[in-house]
């Protein structure tokens, strides 16, 4: 399998295992962002896991997909993290509003604002590991 066969593997297996650990099962969950484990995690580990074997973990090729693997480890766990508690509170105030002052007025928006966009840490932690796991068995059993 080549780099981006594995990367997308890796992906899939992720969003298709969010299915399983939001309760009750729903199917939609493999389409939308958030929840365990990061496919987002497991697609850069994977892919950098893979370059690592591949080419070497001393190599040049490594350290540039190391540094994008944890830029985007870090913003599944920080910053949409708290875009999505921010939109918590912001869906919140909109109902209490709603509920209060503006029962005869417009609505303040149409819909809620997605709120299961980031990760916590352990979610990142798994598809880490989920990543690095599908990389190694490729490697060592597949290739």
């Not at 892919?47 to 870090?74: E, H, N, P, Q, R």
Request: net charge neutral.
């Amino acid at each position: 399998m080549s780099l981006l066969q594995i990367s997308l593997f890796s992906l899939f297996t992720a969003q298709f295992l969010k299915i399983f650990f939001i309760s009750p099962i729903n199917f939609y969950t493999f389409f939308t962002s958030g929840g365990m484990p990061s496919s987002h995690s497991s697609f850069v580990s994977s892919l950098a896991i893979t370059v690592g074997l591949k080419y070497g973990f001393g190599s040049d090729l490594f350290a540039i997909v190391t540094v994008f693997a944890l830029i985007v480890t870090y913003d599944a766990s920080g910053v949409r993290r708290a875009v999505g508690l921010q939109a918590n509170v912001l869906n919140n105030i909109i109902k209490h509003l709603e509920d209060k002052s503006f029962a005869n007025d417009k609505q303040l928006i149409k819909e809620d604002l997605k709120e299961l966009i980031g990760h916590t840490p352990f979610e990142v932690f798994a598809g880490v590991l989920l990543g690095a796991l599908i990389a190694l068995i490729n490697w060592y059993f597949i290739l």
